[in-house]
């Protein structure tokens, strides 16, 4: 497929990036952050965004979803990246609503989608269990009891957890020598007996939760997947979760830069504008190439997707390790660029940082990824 965007998809864009450049400019994040809002997001916001379909895009036509695919849903987080808009977008319209679409359970399915697609209800993905990102160490237990099992251990690091109505959270429900087999996914109600709940305020103003599960049973029906079978089903999730993050980082990349050039234009010593000067040139001319670059490297991802091809993990860790490393450098050109005052609250620049260097940790980082992207080649 050529990396370019349909007509339909240019337009999904446009609209994205208009409600958001209206409704929801960085001044928006000041204004959460400044009066402490519990969610870290603004509920009335995510209501319109899920008017406007965004939380329906992937969800199939048959369960009130648009169907539109991860190209569309792609093209959304990427607008959201440069306004820096805090929403479930993330932990409910991507890894959640991913996790059920490939469960196979259609009952779930019929009970879960057709609110997540309204905005109704949020999920959130429980699976880590350490600081590092090691998705097949998994120590929770899920110990069968009659239609039951039993759930015991703990999950940090759950995006918007906090707010979540239920958690597909993996647990080891037989052991072996190999960590890929024996786990299972299950999806947990916030308020079944047993979980208990304590959230963190990250830098960005985003939150994530830790989960203890202690003795909490779930039914053989709320198995996300198939039983021991749960590991492949993650690694496809977390695959469309990182190609997901990398849009909103390219976003990331993207405003910055944008911002960094005009400020270029408008500042200036010696009596002409800085953007006069050579070395400025060529350090936003590099960036610039680069931010190209992730515009292909993510585009070619999300359609990888939506063709169900065998690539995509290959291009999952590309496109995360790419866009990290390039947001990396978009944000710190950009505040480099801008002088002592980018270091200070009062300028947007900082702001860009502050949530490129979340999203480059969730779900492996630059150098994880690049590790991975070596191992899957051969290397």
């Known amino acids: 497929m050529a990396l370019v965007l349909n007509e339909e998809q240019e337009m999904l864009r446009d609209a994205a990036r208009d409600?958001?450049?209206?409704?929801?400019?960085?001044?928006?994040?000041?204004?959460?952050?400044?009066?402490?809002?519990?969610?870290?997001?603004?509920?009335e916001l995510w209501a319109e965004m899920a008017d406007m379909g965004w939380a329906a895009i992937i969800i199939p036509e048959n369960y009130g979803g648009l169907e539109y695919g991860y190209t569309g849903l792609g093209l959304v987080l990427q607008e959201s990246g440069r306004?820096?808009?805090?929403?479930?977008?993330?932990?409910?319209?991507?890894?959640?609503?991913?996790?059920?679409?490939?469960?196979?359970?259609?009952?779930?399915?019929?009970?879960w989608l057709p609110q997540v697609a309204t905005g109704e209800k949020l999920l959130a993905l429980a699976f880590e269990e350490s600081a590092q990102h090691r998705p097949a160490d998994v120590n929770t237990s899920a110990t069968p009891e009659d239609d039951n099992y039993r759930l015991d251990g703990s999950k940090q690091a759950i995006i918007d957890g906090h707010v979540a109505d239920a958690f597909v959270v993996t647990a080891r429900t037989r052991s072996g020598e190999d960590p890929n087999e024996g786990v299972s996914l299950f999806l947990v109600p916030k308020d079944a007996p047993g979980v208990s709940l304590k959230t963190t305020e990250l830098l960005d103003n985003h939150r994530t939760s830790k989960i203890k599960l202690d003795g909490v049973l779930v039914n053989r029906s709320q198995l996300v997947g198939p039983l021991h079978?749960?590991?492949?089903?993650?690694?496809?999730?977390?695959?469309?979760?990182?190609?997901?993050?990398?849009?909103?980082?390219?976003?990331?990349?993207?405003?910055?830069?944008?911002?960094t050039v005009e400020y270029l234009k408008e500042r200036k010593q010696f009596g002409v504008p800085i953007g006069v000067f050579q070395a400025l040139q060529h350090r936003a001319a590099i960036l610039f190439g680069e931010i190209e670059l992730c515009k292909s490297v993510v585009l070619k991802a999300l359609q990888a997707i939506d063709e169900d091809s065998d690539e995509v993990p290959v291009l999952a860790s590309l496109a995360k390790a790419k866009c990290?490393?390039?947001?990396?450098?978009?944000?710190?050109?950009?505040?480099?660029?801008?002088?002592?005052?980018?270091?200070?609250d009062e300028f947007d620049i900082g702001f860009f940082i502050k949530r490129w260097?979340?999203?480059?940790?969730?779900?492996?980082?630059?150098?994880?990824?690049l590790d991975r992207f070596a191992k899957l080649k051969g290397y």
């Open 19 to 43: 409600f958001l450049g209206n409704r929801a400019p960085l001044s928006h994040l000041r204004q959460l952050r400044d009066s402490g809002v519990a969610e870290g997001f603004s509920p």
């Open 83 to 111: 306004t820096l808009t805090p929403s479930p977008l993330i932990s409910t319209a991507l890894l959640g609503a991913s996790a059920l679409i490939l469960s196979g359970n259609e009952q779930m399915c019929a009970q």
């Open 229 to 259: 079978g749960g590991c492949p089903v993650l690694r496809t999730v977390l695959d469309r979760g990182r190609i997901g993050l990398a849009a909103e980082m390219l976003g990331i990349a993207e405003e910055t830069f944008t911002r």
């Open 324 to 344: 990290g490393q390039t947001a990396s450098l978009a944000t710190a050109e950009g505040i480099q660029m801008h002088g002592g005052i980018g270091m200070t």
């Open 357 to 369: 260097r979340t999203l480059n940790q969730q779900l492996g980082d630059s150098r994880y990824h």
